[in-house]
């Protein structure tokens, strides 16, 4: 019995060292081919601004505006482009990423805090915004996040400025009236400073907001969750973020969108062994993929932490997802709608802080690694998410759903059709894709001109 005993111990420790080897030989595999998959991706410095080394080298998005209206000091015609979005756009494709800053105002940026902290301090009564000792109270959602998506008055006007929506507009190389876009609506970030209590320091992190696999493989799955958004809860919202794939298609039971070339780029889906694997060119329909962006609310020099990214790596994403191999069925990163680079790997050591001024916008491919690093210092650092993606992506009752849901949410806020504007009644999209394109019906009834 004894001897029994022992054997059947002996089997049972010798299938768990298997099972753990089986484990140690995938994540050993695993990082090799995230290893070998990052050679792909050369390394791509941030640029920093002459006139200021504390900051990232930006593009000044007044001026640009002026520009594009004709109406700058220098006398410069009534040209539709600028010279200054050129050499935006100029950056943002060699660097998949970028800079504008004076996009809102200083009253704009203090609006805007104002509304961060008076959402802190009516959930957390202890905080009081004048006094950082109190703010230890506040319990935050991970990254300094607070638990809903957010509809207060400045943060509302901020998704409707007109210069955030021109600055994504000219990213998407449409100018600014060829294509309806639409921002999403999200939260804000507050850090706090990581030198005055070290618990309130979030970790670093560079991610990708999409699922890459699925992303590159027009997955049916991806377009299928999309599409049973219903908007009955806010969630759907944040949902929205990330089940997108490279050619969306505008039907429940659509796969990808319309014939593509080989030339165009394409992706094909194959089940056989339980793997997903994909084929892609470098000329993936960058117009069909969201930009995402970071409205940044104070100033925020390198150790304030905040944005990081990886420069470059949307321009070597084709290449890269084809040297990582397929993706295995079973992967925890199948069910996501999102893609983790491990803190010791090769692409986070790519990744590199983006500081800006208040006030500014950060720009990027949403398949561009990026993500965070933690604040060291003894300033706070304060931000708004927000994305733009083409209305197209969309099907229509998708579009009516989420109208719908939106109106709601901006009725029960205290606003009204007078208080959105032009940009507004476009990018809130809330005709949802009716002919009326926004103008008409916002708040059930005509909008009022202005």
Known sequence: HTHTHTNMGDRSTKRKKQSQHTKSSASSSSSAT?????????????????????????????????????????????????????????????????????????EQCDASMGDVFDTIEADTPEFDRDDA????????????????????????????????????????????DREQLMVSHDRWCFYRPGQLNSGWCTRDNVHLDLNPWRFAACDQETEAARHALTYNTLHDFVKENNLVTVQPSVVPSGACSSKRTKAEGQAEDDRDGGTMTTTTTATTAAAAVPLQGVLNLLDNREEDGGFAVVPGFANHFDQWLQAMGPMPRDSPEARMGSHRFSRDGPIHRLAQRVPMRAGSLVIWDQRNAHGSFGNHSDRPRCAQ????????????????????????????????HGDLNDTGRQVFDLAGGSDSGGAVGCFGGDAASE
């Open 34 to 106: 995230a290893a070998a998959a990052a050679t792909v991706v050369p390394y791509l410095g941030v640029p920093r601004d002459e006139d200021d080394y504390d900051y990232a080298v930006s593009f000044d998005a007044r001026v640009a505006m002026a520009e594009a209206r004709g109406t700058a000091a220098t006398g410069a015609s009534s040209a539709t482009t600028s010279s200054t979005f050129d050499n935006a756009r100029a950056f943002f494709r060699e660097h998949n990423f970028v800079v504008f800053r004076n996009v809102l105002t200083a």
């Open 385 to 416: 998410f927000m994305k733009m993606f083409p209305a197209r992506t969309l099907g229509r009752e998708q579009r009516r759903n989420r109208a719908h849901a939106l109106r709601n949410q901006l009725v029960a806020a205290g606003f009204s």
């Open 133 to 176: 000792t109190t703010w230890d109270a506040w319990v935050s959602k991970s990254f300094g996040m607070p638990r809903d998506i957010q509809f207060t008055p400045q943060m509302v006007n901020n998704r409707q400025n007109p210069v955030v929506a021109r600055c994504f507009a000219e990213m998407f190389g449409q100018g600014a």
